[in-house]
């Protein structure tokens, strides 16, 4: 595979070379690509089953880019899973996935294995397989063209998360359009702030690594103590800053965030949801040397399918910025509900058609087919977005369904209410977005409650956020609990989500 050739070629040329820091910790291209093919011919010894999933545990640690590449280089797809992912979460990925191997890159809990087939590496097991002078990987056994790279769970409307298979070829076109359409120059230095188990870490990871750059974690123990945060970054030497457009607005309430504590910034790189006009107006205004860029695109088509530069014309004639072009290899069309092209200036949903839609969901046959289709013999995703396009650019309009994206993480409304419905505490509920500034702020859960003996509100909340916390990632758990004796019903008898919704707004 090409992107395999080009990280090893620059193991290499520059073996010395820094590809991963995470604070005191690091790892160098020679180190990582070594290291990996230990674990891959470790892999190819006791992998008993062809191409079957790999799944890594862990928090932003050298070991698991390790641990990725060990396994793609054995033939093996990864599944990422961040620290951060609830234990029964984790068990709903490994029954879906029905993973080989599950590697453990720190800490973790092994009786939570104990019921399933599978084959537990503990980090301290890991440290001796990376250790090990093994013979070198066989090119021959890398994953390639429409094998499955890696595999990302996201939210899914039963109230179990579904598996996005991305292929090598998928992955291809990413880093490729990446290379050649941004201000990537090779041996930069590239924030990693996204967990692995969230899509928008593949913006940085591996056209860093393509290009012999450095990548720089910023750890969730980071981000929640700021002074260590602008501490680090001070000292950084980020060139491309890939986040969500939420973390840029949490570090712009820091005065000192600016082009002089990182002078050599060049880029911005937002995905994952809304990017607001004042955001990219203040971030141009603090790093004017840096080109913002506003990209869209769903796990489905890896990562981003389009983007704009954010200039300042851009920001003074809008008050929505557009979601940009799409990529050239590929296509955006915007169709009605029978699947009709529309012409220019009128909503629909967007359909992507090109190299970069994923194949499909693990072992979900009936959801891939309603949602993945071939369309003039390339696939085609529906993405359930509505879009237009104004003057040749794209707009993003919001969702057609429940699904929605809350900084940057996105989620099915349908699975937090299928687990909130869980807790003994609660009767039924509907959870919605509240909506700051055009885009989501927060989720908002409204509850009927089950006979408790809670004096206050609050001790209630605090009940079922302890219960739901068994059960969801955080990012996940409403922020609001608004309690009520019935939900409101519309005419036809559904619940009537948009009452309240507006209900809350005022």
Not at 87 to 109: G, N, P, Y
Not at 476 to 484: D, E, L
Request: net charge negative; aromatic share 10%; charged share 25%.
């Amino acid at each position: 595979m090409e992107l395999l050739k080009s990280i090893q070629q620059v193991s290499i040329e520059y073996p010395e070379r820094t590809a991963f820091i995470n604070r005191e910790v690091s790892i160098t291209y020679r180190d990582l690509w070594e290291q990996s093919s230990n674990l891959a011919r470790y892999i190819e010894e006791y992998s008993n089953q062809s191409k079957s999933p790999i799944i890594v545990f862990g928090h932003m640690a050298p070991e698991m880019i390790v641990s990725f590449l060990g396994s793609v280089k054995a033939g093996h797809p990864y599944i990422p899973v961040d620290q951060s992912i609830p234990t029964e979460r984790i068990k709903k990925i490994i029954e879906s996935s029905k993973a080989e191997f599950f590697i453990a890159t720190e800490d973790f809990a092994e009786e939570t294995l104990l019921e399933y087939p599978i084959k537990y590496i503990k980090n301290t097991q890991l440290d001796e397989i990376l250790m090990q002078q093994m013979m070198p990987s066989i090119e021959g056994k890398w994953v390639k063209e429409e094998d499955s790279f890696y595999i990302i769970y996201t939210s899914g409307s039963t109230g179990n998360p579904k598996g996005v298979q991305i292929t090598a070829n998928n992955l291809q076109s990413y880093v490729d359009w990446m290379v050649s359409d941004f201000s990537i120059e090779n041996s930069g230095v590239f924030m990693n702030q996204a967990p692995f188990s969230f899509d928008l870490s593949v913006m940085d990871l591996y056209p860093a690594l393509s290009t012999g750059g450095t990548l720089f974690a910023v750890t969730k123990e980071m981000i929640a103590n700021p002074k260590v945060l602008f501490d680090e970054l001070k000292y950084s030497n980020i060139e491309v800053w890939t986040s969500t457009p939420s973390f840029a607005q949490m570090c712009l309430m820091e005065s000192t965030f600016n082009q002089e504590m990182l002078p050599k910034l060049k880029v911005f790189l937002f995905c994952g949801e809304v990017l607001t006009t004042e955001t990219a107006r203040q971030l141009k205004i603090r790093f004017p040397q840096a080109k913002v860029f506003n990209l869209y695109g769903p796990t489905e088509a890896t990562v981003a399918i389009s983007m704009v530069e954010v200039t300042n014309e851009i920001v003074d004639s809008h008050s929505v910025l557009p979601i940009g072009k799409c990529k050239s290899d590929s296509q955006i069309l915007i169709v009605d509900e029978e699947g009709n092209q529309l012409p220019e200036g009128e909503k629909g949903e967007m359909i992507i058609v090109g190299p970069s839609v994923s194949k499909g969901y693990l072992g979900e046959k009936e959801i891939t087919d309603r949602v993945f289709f071939i369309k003039n013999g390339m696939r085609a995703y529906r993405t359930g977005d509505v879009g237009l396009i104004k003057n040749g650019m794209l707009y993003y309009q919001g969702r057609l369904d429940f699904q929605v994206k809350v900084h940057g993480y996105r989620m099915e409304l349908e699975e937090i209410e299928c687990n909130l419905v869980k807790s003994q505490y609660i009767k039924s509920c509907v959870v919605s977005p509240i909506y700051r500034e055009d885009k989501i702020d927060y989720l908002s859960a409204y509850v009927v409650p089950s006979e408790h003996s809670f004096v206050k509100e609050y001790q209630l909340t605090s009940a079922i956020k302890k219960e739901l916390a068994q059960l969801l990632p955080t990012y996940m758990i409403p922020r609001k609990f608004i309690y009520c004796d019935q939900l409101p019903m519309t005419a036809n008898g559904k619940i009537d989500r948009k009452k309240l919704s507006s209900e809350v707004m005022t």
